[in-house]
């Protein structure tokens, strides 16, 4: 049996299927899950509606995140379809491509509001939206990164919103810990996706990071997605406000080491 066998998870964030998103909606399905797939906007559908019929998924639906009203309209809909949710995650960041290049200060108050508004404030929008039809037990979780607690260069505005997603993960889980809903951040080494590409210098990091993390290895959407089900799962069911690193262990070494002594360590 799998794992998530009888839970209803709704995953958000689908752009195609290189998306952590699919990583965890592949990984679902396979545990057992009924899934449900939310992208966001027109021009992605054509992508995300073929990747939704190979997991069976019956229910894809629309939503910008910066809409209110298309928040509300998604979590009817979702209502009317499952009946009641019991894993939501949330796969959705957003920072226009002069905002992760060239120095932090250039940030722009546009820009800063932009990235806050699609890659943190709309955690929160969803949770409230979708909190009324959440079974006790249920699963939220998001995707960030290690550069919101270290400086990751070119990752500028989206660092710091990936900060208040973190601290809002664990507001939330507050929250909601009464009601037995957990709340979780995922923090995953770079991967080569839609969004990564749009960072600075991502080429060049995600080179250096296969070097210099002690597994010496990247990171798969394949792995986020074995780290959702287990956040997803009741395998996890006192774990709640955490950031669980995917990252073959980089964020736990505090001096890098120049490639010639790694490689004699490896040796
Ligand atoms: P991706 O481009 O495949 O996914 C980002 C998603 O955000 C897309 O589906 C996009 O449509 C969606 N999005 C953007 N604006 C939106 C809006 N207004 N409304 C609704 N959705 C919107 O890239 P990804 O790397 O899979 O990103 C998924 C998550 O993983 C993001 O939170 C990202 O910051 C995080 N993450 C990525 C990496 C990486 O290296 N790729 C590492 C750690 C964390």
């Known amino acids: 049996m799998g794992l998530l066998e009888g839970k209803n998870a709704l995953v958000f964030g689908l752009a195609n299927d290189k998306s952590i998103a699919w990583g965890i909606t592949q990984a679902f399905h396979r545990e ?8 966001a906007g027109e021009m992605l559908e054509r992508r995300v509606k073929p990747l939704a019929e190979k997991v069976g998924c019956q229910w894809v639906e629309e939503c910008d995140v910066t809409s209110d009203e298309q928040i509300a309209a998604v979590a009817e809909k979702a209502a009317r379809h499952f009946g009641r949710v019991d894993v939501l995650v949330h796969s959705i960041a ?11 200060y250039n940030t722009t108050r546009d820009g800063f509001k932009n990235a806050m508004d699609i890659s943190v404030y709309s955690l929160i929008a969803m949770t409230k939206a979708f909190l009324p039809i959440l079974n006790p037990g249920a699963s939220i979780m998001c995707l960030t990164y290690y550069g919101s607690v270290k400086v990751a260069p070119h990752y500028n505005v989206m660092g710091v919103a ?9 507001y939330l889980a507050y929250d909601l810990g009464p009601q037995k809903i957990r709340v979780n951040a995922i923090s995953a080494g770079p991967i080569r996706t839609l969004a990564a590409a749009g960072v600075g210098g991502f080429r060049d990091m995600y080179k250096h990071f296969a070097d210099m993390s002690p597994m010496r290895e990247n990171v798969t959407i394949d792995d986020v997605g074995n780290a959702a089900v287990f956040l997803a799962s009741d395998l996890s069911a ?10 073959s262990g980089f964020n736990t070494v505090g001096v890098q080491m120049t490639g010639k002594e790694n490689q ?4």
Do not use: H, M, N, Q
């Open 238 to 247: 006192r774990i709640t406000g955490e950031v669980l690193y995917v990252d």
């Open 162 to 170: 990936k900060a208040a997603l973190e601290s809002s993960t664990r």
């Open 32 to 39: 057992g899950a009924k899934l449900g797939i939310s992208y």
């Open 94 to 104: 957003f920072a226009g491509r002069d905002e992760l290049t060239g120095p932090f």
């Open 264 to 267: 004699e360590k490896s040796e």
